[in-house]
C-alpha cells in the first residue's frame, strides 16, 4: 500500500469513526453554545467527534500535525492532548478536520451535516473523505479518483449552464442579505436552480458525485470546510478556480467547483455579489 492509499484509508476510517460519535446524539438531547454570534453554533458532540476523528489518525500518524476548526483535544493519557493549528503547514504532512460540518443543521436535526477529513503534504492535497452519517454515504479520493460508498465519483456531464443546479456555500451574516439575493437572483437569471444547503463539504461532495452541477463561495472559507471537498470535485472530473478563473490553490480567493462544462458561466454568478 502506497502511503496515499494508507492516508485515503485512514481518512476514511477517521471520518466513519469521528461521524458515528456525532450520529449518536443526533436528533438528541444537545448542549448548544454559540462562538462567534448567536448562528455559530457548536456542541459537544462537536469535541466528542473531533476527539475520535483525532485519536484515529494518531493511531497510524502520530507525529502528523492536525489543522482544525475546535480546541485542543484531550487523549487517552492524563495530561495527553493534541494541538489543533488554525492554518494549513506549508510543509510536511497534515490532517485538516471538521468533526461536524453543518453544526447548525445537526443541532436542528437536519440530515444534511459530514464529518470531513483531508490529508495534506507539504501543502498540497493528497486524500480526503467525507463522510455522511445521517445518510450513510461515503466518498472519498486520493491521488487519481475518487468513490462514493465504492463507486467512481464523476461529476454531471450536462453541458448547459442554463440547466445547471448551483449552490452557494458558506455562511451569511447579519447585514449581509443583499449579497446572497444577488448570488441568487444571477443563479435563477443565468444557470438552472439555486440550492442551499447549510453545510460545505456535503455540497462540494454533491458537486463530485454529479448531484449537482456547480457551488461556489464568494470569500475564502476555512481549509477545514473546503479542502475535503474540493479534492472530490477534482478527482471526479470536475474543476475548481478562484473567483477569477483561475486555478485554485489554497491563497485563491473564494471558489468556483463545477463539472467543468460551463465553467465561466459559473465564474460570473460567483462574482455577482463581490461585484455589487
Request: charged share 25%; net charge negative; glycine share 10%.
Amino acid at each position: 500500500m502506497t502511503d496515499v492509499h494508507r492516508r485515503v484509508a485512514v481518512a476514511e476510517r477517521a471520518a466513519r469513526a469521528g461521524g458515528a460519535v456525532a450520529r449518536q446524539a443526533f436528533r438528541g438531547d444537545l448542549s448548544v453554545e454559540t462562538k462567534a454570534d448567536k448562528n455559530d453554533l457548536v456542541t459537544e458532540s462537536d469535541r466528542d467527534a473531533q476527539r475520535q476523528v483525532v485519536s484515529t489518525i494518531r493511531g497510524e500518524f502520530p507525529t502528523d500535525a492536525v489543522v482544525g476548526e475546535e480546541d485542543a483535544v484531550p487523549l487517552g493519557t492524563p495530561g495527553e492532548e493534541v494541538e489543533i493549528l488554525s492554518e494549513v503547514p506549508e510543509t510536511g504532512d497534515a490532517w485538516v478536520v471538521d468533526p461536524i460540518d453543518g453544526t447548525a443543521n445537526f443541532a436542528r436535526g437536519n440530515r444534511t451535516w459530514a464529518t470531513a477529513i483531508s490529508a495534506v503534504t507539504d501543502g498540497e492535497i493528497v486524500a480526503a473523505a467525507t463522510y455522511l452519517p445521517a445518510t450513510e454515504d461515503l466518498y472519498a479520493a486520493g491521488a487519481e479518483t475518487g468513490t462514493r460508498n465504492g463507486n467512481a465519483l464523476a461529476v454531471s456531464d450536462r453541458t448547459d449552464p442554463e440547466t445547471f443546479a448551483a449552490a452557494s456555500v458558506g455562511r451569511f451574516e447579519r447585514g449581509e442579505g443583499a449579497d446572497l439575493g444577488a448570488i441568487a437572483a444571477a443563479t435563477v437569471d443565468r444557470l438552472g436552480d439555486f440550492r442551499r444547503f447549510g453545510s460545505m463539504q456535503p455540497t462540494l461532495a454533491f458537486v463530485a458525485s454529479g448531484e449537482l452541477d456547480a457551488a461556489f463561495a464568494a470569500y475564502t472559507p476555512h481549509p477545514w470546510d473546503s479542502l475535503a471537498g474540493i479534492h472530490l470535485v477534482r478527482r471526479a472530473g470536475g474543476t475548481v478556480t478562484g473567483l477569477d478563473g483561475e486555478p485554485w490553490t489554497r491563497d485563491s480567493e473564494g471558489f468556483v467547483a463545477s463539472n467543468g462544462e460551463a465553467h465561466e458561466a459559473v465564474c460570473e454568478v460567483a462574482r455577482a455579489a463581490t461585484e455589487r
